[in-house]
């Protein structure tokens, strides 16, 4: 298992963390997704973590990872 943590800045609400979350849970090897609001944080948790994937997920979730 690896883990990869991302910082998301726009991210607001429920509404944000459940649309990151649910994004980035589709992806094939991801087995956990936690989003803190407080301090904008999104952390990764699978097997074979593709980068550019999960960037790209939040992106399609409307929001830009750093």
């Known amino acids: 298992m690896e883990t990869a943590e991302y910082t998301v800045p726009d991210m607001s609400c ?7 979350r649910q994004e980035v849970s589709a ?10 609001l407080e301090s904008k944080r999104v952390e990764v948790t ?7 994937a999960i960037r790209l997920a939040i992106e399609e979730a409307g929001y830009e990872a750093s």
Request: charged share 25%.
């Open 14 to 20: 429920s509404h944000c963390e459940a649309a990151v």
């Open 46 to 52: 699978g097997q074979d973590l593709d980068d550019a």
């Open 27 to 36: 992806l094939v090897g991801v087995t956990d997704v936690v989003v803190d």
